[in-house]
Structure formats: C-alpha cells, structure tokens
C-alpha cells in the first residue's frame, strides 16, 4: 500500500520523478555553467559541485557519470544559453544586414548583461582548447566554428539580398566583424569607458563601408540613426 | 686544497657559479613558458617542471620557493619573450603610420611564426585572469594593458606626423586594430586558409580608411605595394 501510494498505476509518479531527475540536473548544469565560466571547465569538479549545490557525490554520479560527461554537459548547457541569446532571436529577425548586425549586436549584449558570470565562454574555452584533442576539444571547436558559419551565412544572405558589396568576401567580414567583437570585450575587461557605444560605432562603420548605395550613409554613423532606419522598415 | 681548486681566490668561480644558477633558471623558465602556452600556467607545476626537465623538486623550489613565485616568474619570461619578438623591433622602426603597422605585423608573426607553442600567451592568460584579483592576475593585466596602451600611442604619433587622421580616437583605432589582430587569431585557430593574408589586408584597409591624403591609396590595396611603399621612404 505504500508503495501503492508512492507510485500510483497511472504512471504519474514516474513523469514527476522524472521531472524531479531532470530538475537537479539543470540545477547542477545551471551551477556548473556558472564555476566554468568564471574559472574555466577545469574548475568544475565533482566534489566541488556536490559542496556547493549540497547533492551528495553519489547523486552527481548518477546524473553524469564522470567528470568529462560533466564537463561535455557543462558545455552544452553554456552553448545551448549562448544560442538562445544570440544565435537564435537574431535568427528571428529580418535576413540581410540587419540579421547581420542583430548578431553582432546580440553578440555583444551578452558580455554585457553578463549571461555568463565570466568571460571563459567561449573565447576563453577556445583559447583553451583549439590545440587540443579529444571530445572536449572538438565541442568547444565546433561552438567557434558555428558561430563563424552564423556571421558568415549571414553575409552571404545580406548579399543576396543586394544590401552589401557581392565582391567582399563572406569569410573575410565575418572575420573582421568578429574581429570588432573581440577586440570589445578586451577593451571592456581592461574596464575602458564606452567600450560597448565605441564597439557599436566600429560595427556600424564596417557595415557602412561594406553596404550597397541602397541605403542612405547617414544610418550608419550613429546606432541611433541606424535602429531608427530599422524601425522605419519594419 | 679541494675546496681551493673548486673555489678560486679570484672569485671566477662564483661568478661561474652565479652563471651556470642562471642557466638552470632560463632552462626552468623555458619548459615553464612552453607548457604554459600550450596548457596554461595552472599546469605549471615544480612536480611537473622537475619530471620534464629531470631537475629535483628542492632545486626548483631554491629557484622559485613557491609555486606563485614559480608562476609570476613563467610570465615575466613570456612577457619578455613578446616583448622581444613584438614591441622592441616596431619601436625600433621609423615611427608613424610605420611603427603602427610594424606593430599589427609583429604580432600577426609572433602566431604565425609559433614564437609561444600555443595561444594562452597572452589572450587566453587575459581571459582567465581578467575578471580575478591578486598578484597574477594583476600581472596578466598590466600585459594587456601594456599592449594596448603600445598601440595606441604609435597610432598617436602617427596623428602628431599628419599620417592618421587628426580627428579619429586613437583609443577606438587601437581597439579595432587589436580586435582584427584577435579575429586572425581565431581564424588560424579554426584552420582557416589564407587567415594571414585576409588579416593584413583588413589591417591595412582600416589604415587607408585612416590615413589623411599624404599617402597614396593604391598603397594600402596589397601587402606588396605597401611594402614597396616604405622600401621607397627608406
């Protein structure tokens, strides 16, 4: 009868255990994300998280296995907030330059607004592992090359649709682009004052000299201009 | 009589002594650099150190006492190490639009050429100790600092000599430049072909962009007319 009550028949009871599993396991991602991108995946042990999310060891072993599932998911975890931030509403906006500049845009907002508490994801997790091999090496690889593709893809759509120079090379701006976004967050870690306006003038600057005639060159010199030509198109 | 011979009244020997303490540091200090660049300077152990470099663990720790001391020292070396192969020849070129350039080059070169044997020297040693407190971390940061301030007063004297324009922020440009220098960074990290030739043709389109009218245009269209064009001011 106890277990009769612990476990109805209906089945209910193993939806809401499983829905318990997958509660402590985003608990542990959501903390594990947080160590990582302050201190890097090396940093996040097993011990560690049972001590600071108090789950016995046990526990954490279960949901992971071994310290490198628990990083690989650390890393899923982080990529899969990055796109939620980043790739994916730019994706939803309007293709062409203006896609192309929500992802920059979006890009920097997330240093900003500090979705990650550190600056490891992903130029640090790169840096770290681009010379290396293994699972971990190849996930954090894959996560620069995807945002790469993005920008990339993201010119070449901008050039289809005639809003940028069809002679530049895709590749190239999607270097320089990301380029301008790194070279931002360096200057906000070395706490340099409007380094996100600076940034966004840069962006904007680039994205000039590189648009059609089919808009106006005014748009371009300050964001404000720019976002009121946005809205004027939607 | 032993200690006679081992030990000359003329002092040579400890001077010989003081020399070979030396070498055993820059040997120290050399394996340190380089697993530090592939690895990080966390992996920069005395245990570690004295297996590779089969030197015993007390004879490091006369060396560098603690394994703090150990790393603050690893860094100086990689600091100076930069400094060899980047600053000090571009601040011994003519200065200007020159030096700026020397500068970009220098530092695409010391990737290209694998003067570190991996990228944490210094982007990835900034990412990981750029948001952390204490004495490495504020040794890593003077680094970056260092560097950007380097590039931003060539862009400076570049203003003062009439090549740049007078009205652009040499904080802006500097940021730029180093934001491209970090985009051709993660290009060669992504395996990317022509990254080299893509980085100094983005580099030298934001120095046209900059440039007043004193130089010709067409100079900055190619890698080669440039260098043509300061074999021609030699």
Redesign the interface.
């Known amino acids: 009868m106890i277990f009769g009550n612990k476990r109805p028949a209906n089945g209910s009871g193993r939806r809401e255990s499983f829905s318990q599993g997958e509660r402590t396991r985003q608990t542990i991602l959501t903390g594990a994300v947080k160590i990582a991108a302050?201190e890097?995946l090396?940093a996040v042990t097993i011990g560690r998280l049972a001590k600071e999310l108090r789950i016995s060891k046990s526990g954490l072993i279960a949901h992971f296995g071994s310290k490198q599932s628990l990083e690989l998911a650390t890393l899923e975890a982080a990529r899969k907030l990055f796109k939620d931030r980043v790739s994916v509403p730019a994706q939803a906006t309007r293709g062409g330059i203006e896609r192309l500049w929500n992802l920059c845009d979006l890009w920097l907002q997330h240093i900003e607004r500090h979705v990650f508490s550190?600056?490891?994801f992903f130029?640090?997790a790169?840096?770290?592992y681009?010379?290396q091999h293994g699972p971990l090496a190849g996930a954090v690889?894959d996560t620069?090359?995807d945002w790469?593709n993005t920008l990339r893809k993201a010119v070449e759509e901008a050039q289809k649709k005639g809003e940028i120079d069809p002679k530049a090379?895709p590749?190239?701006i999607a270097?320089?682009?990301?380029?301008?976004?790194?070279?931002?967050h360096?200057?906000y870690?070395?706490k340099?004052r409007d380094?996100w306006r600076?940034?966004r003038?840069?962006l904007l600057g680039q994205l000039r000299?590189l648009a059609t005639g089919d808009i106006p060159i005014s748009t371009f010199t300050s964001e404000r201009n720019w976002t009121k030509y946005l809205q004027g198109k939607s």
């Open positions: 302050r890097g090396a550190g600056p490891y130029t640090g790169f840096l770290e681009a010379d690889t620069a090359q790469f090379s590749k190239q270097c320089e682009l990301n380029g301008l976004m790194l070279g931002a360096s200057a870690l070395l340099h380094c600076e940034a003038t840069s000299r």
